[in-house]
């Protein structure tokens, strides 16, 4: 048996310093972001098309896309962001699942999926038994980011918006880490969070047969539509 876990975060909330940490206690984590940028390397599908759509003044000289530089479209024109959403998001679910089926195979308890955009793609909080949300007060949140990024107050104000508040992912989220005060503290809660998952009993998936695991990604697919429309 298996479950899975989403976890995500905010801007300069500390998500990545608390998947670290689950990765030092051996936990199965599956980054979405690092999926994103593998998709859309050269020559890949995802690649072509957002070419077809953003043109040729987003690559770098070695043929990569800019990052800055498509986020500084998207950011800043919506109908944009979606595009690259629905060219991107098909390509990565695809990949993360690949990766599910690998930690089932190898008998992981459970997989964290470290989403940024978790609880803004509401869909896919459907296929988490828990989820994790590292959460900071917003006075602090602005003090990091400005100091991370040498943002001005207006600039760092204008990047946090542009996301869903932390407060109103709070109350999604079905366990929170708050990252607002020191280390120490928000290390104590990965551990107690680290051994709640450990203990539990509880399982998203159904029990699947070896032959379905080897059959690949198709045959799990399938099982995911089967057992989430019924």
């Known amino acids: ?7 995500s975060g905010g801007i300069a909330s500390g998500k990545s310093a608390v998947v670290a940490v689950l990765r030092e206690l051996g936990c199965a984590v599956i980054d979405a972001d690092v999926i994103a940028r593998q998709v859309v ?40 962001r979606r595009l690259l959403n629905s060219i991107t998001h098909p390509e ?5 699942l690949k990766q599910i089926l690998k930690y089932f195979v190898l008998g992981y308890r459970y997989v964290i999926l470290d989403i940024p955009l978790l609880f803004e793609t509401r869909g896919l909080t459907r296929l988490m038994k828990y989820t994790v949300l590292v959460y900071c ?11 991370r990024s040498g943002l001005g ?13 932390l407060e109103e992912k709070r109350r999604w989220a079905t366990h929170v880490i708050d990252n607002s005060g020191d280390w120490e503290s928000t290390r104590r809660q990965v551990l ?14 159904a029990r699947l ?6 059959a690949g990604l198709g045959g799990l697919v399938f099982l995911l539509i089967r057992h989430f429309v019924s």
């Not at 077809?52 to 800019?66: A, D, R, S, Y």
């Not at 104000?157 to 996301?163: F, G, L």
């Not at 107690?192 to 998936?205: G, K, M």
């Not at 047969?209 to 080897?214: D, K, L, M, Y």
């Open 1 to 7: 048996t298996m479950f899975l876990v989403g976890l």
């Open 41 to 80: 390397q050269p020559h890949s599908k995802a690649h072509q098309q957002i070419l077809q759509h953003f043109g040729t003044e987003i690559l770098l000289e070695n043929g990569e896309i800019n990052r800055e530089a498509l986020g500084s479209i998207i950011f800043s024109q919506p109908e944009k």
């Open 92 to 96: 990565i679910l695809k990949e993360m």
């Open 137 to 147: 007060d917003p006075p602090t949140q602005l003090a990091r980011l400005m100091k």
């Open 153 to 165: 107050v207006a600039e760092a104000e204008a990047r946090i918006s542009s996301q869903l508040p």
């Open 192 to 205: 107690q969070l680290h051994t709640r998952l450990e203990d539990s009993l509880d399982f998203l998936w």
């Open 209 to 214: 047969a070896v032959g379905t695991a080897v």
